[in-house]
Nanobody, 120 residues
Framework: QVRLVESGGGLVQTGGSLRLSCAAS????????MGWYRQAPGNQRELVAV???????NYADFVKGRFTISRGNAKNTVYLQMNSLKPEDTAAYYC??????????????WGQGTLVTVSS
């Protein structure tokens, strides 16, 4: 079993910053990639940023230059530093991890989501 615990969401004013964290635990043999997605009310879930085991990163155009994805030293934690936040960034943010789990093989695991609200 693989578990994800997210934290760091909250309410912030336009132009402010937040840092999201996601820690993976459980029967993980290796982590292939870790990423952040978001879903605003009435919208589909969309990719925000992803980082691979080789530390390659990919960002959605709407966050380039404002958000930074990184992994912790233990490599089982992923962060999303969000700067220059805009009201349109308001959404539930979800962590997704692609892992090779012991006895379970390849899995994609989603976190429970953390709400980010940016006030104008």
């Amino acid at each position: 079993q693989v578990r994800l615990v997210e934290s760091g969401g909250g309410l912030v004013q336009t132009g402010g910053s937040l840092r999201l964290s996601c820690a993976a635990s459980g029967s993980i043999f290796s982590i292939n990639s870790m990423g952040w997605y978001r879903q605003a009310p009435g919208n589909q879930r969309e990719l925000v940023a992803v980082i691979t085991s080789g530390s390659s990163t990919n960002y959605a155009d709407f966050v380039k230059g404002r958000f930074t994805i990184s992994r912790g030293n233990a490599k089982n934690t992923v962060y999303l530093q969000m700067n220059s936040l805009k009201p349109e960034d308001t959404a539930a943010y979800y962590c997704k991890v692609s892992v090779f789990a012991t006895a379970l093989g390849n899995l994609e695991v989603w976190g429970q989501g953390t709400l980010v609200t940016v006030s104008s």
